[in-house]
Antibody
Framework: QLQLQESGPGLVKPSETLSLTCTVS??????????WGWIRQPPGKGLEWIGS???????YYNPSLKSRVTISVDTSKNQFSLKLSSVTAADTAVYYC????????????WGQGTMVTVSS | QSALTQPPSVSGSPGQSVTISCTGT?????????VSWYQQPPGTAPKLMIY???NRPSGVPDRFSGSKSGNTASLTISGLQAEDEADYYC??????????FGGGTKLTVL
């Protein structure tokens, strides 16, 4: 059974770059059965899809964040990562990584989430 | 892309049924059967409850069912139980190969 775990700084300064890593266990990140995504949830608000990366390396991003987002995969570490540049207080949120089942295209396994606060 | 539209809240008594709607457009909900639903109790990560409009992952009670008509998908929970109290989110794959979530619906079991 796949398990995902987010890691990274809990506090980021405004204008800097937020960097998070998701470690995948119980399966290979190179599997064609899955692809990988990042979702965030500001305090007291709903879920927002940030982007996804396929096993081929193709990436798709939320148009509202596209200019600031980069998602990449490190197959040697079985991890995928999120970078969000030029952050502001509006980027304060719980960030989740998730696997997307390639057949039924739904976020089937989620990490526990990590809170990131943007503040000086 | 705009968020899918869900009612902010619904409520029901134990044993009753409730339905949560999720309205999108012809570019997302209306175009694909890639609609999924997630349950999120307070302080926890979302959990997949329904995929491809109406399919339940292993372990999800059959009290949870999904459907779709045109640009609107629906989640119905029958035989409400206290443990069903949570926030519920719909999501759809889109024609741009992206995903979009609904704004979320808070279910209160009276």
């Amino acid at each position: 059974q796949l398990q995902l775990q987010e890691s990274g700084p809990g506090l980021v300064k405004p204008s800097e770059t937020l960097s998070l890593t998701c470690t995948v266990s119980g399966g290979s990140i190179s599997s064609s059965s899955y692809y990988w995504g990042w979702i965030r949830q500001p305090p007291g608000k709903g879920l927002e899809w940030i982007g996804s990366i396929y096993y081929s390396g193709s990436t798709y991003y939320n148009p509202s964040l596209k200019s600031r987002v980069t998602i990449s995969v490190d197959t040697s570490k079985n991890q995928f990562s999120l970078k969000l540049s030029s952050v502001t207080a509006a980027d304060t949120a719980v960030y989740y990584c998730a696997s997307v089942d390639g057949d039924y295209v739904a976020f089937d396994i989620w990490g526990q989430g990590t809170m990131v606060t943007v503040s000086s | 892309q705009s968020a899918l539209t869900q009612p902010p809240s619904v409520s029901g008594s134990p044993g009753q049924s409730v339905t949560i709607s999720c309205t999108g457009t012809s570019s997302d909900v209306g175009s694909y059967n890639r609609v999924s639903w997630y349950q999120q109790p307070p302080g926890t990560a979302p959990k997949l409850m329904i995929y491809e409009v109406s399919n339940r992952p292993s372990g999800v009670p059959d009290r949870f069912s999904g459907s779709k008509s045109g640009n609107t998908a629906s989640l119905t929970i029958s035989g409400l139980q206290a443990e069903d109290e949570a926030d519920y989110y719909c999501s759809s794959y889109t024609s741009s190969s992206t995903f979009v979530f609904g704004g979320g619906t808070k279910l209160t079991v009276l």
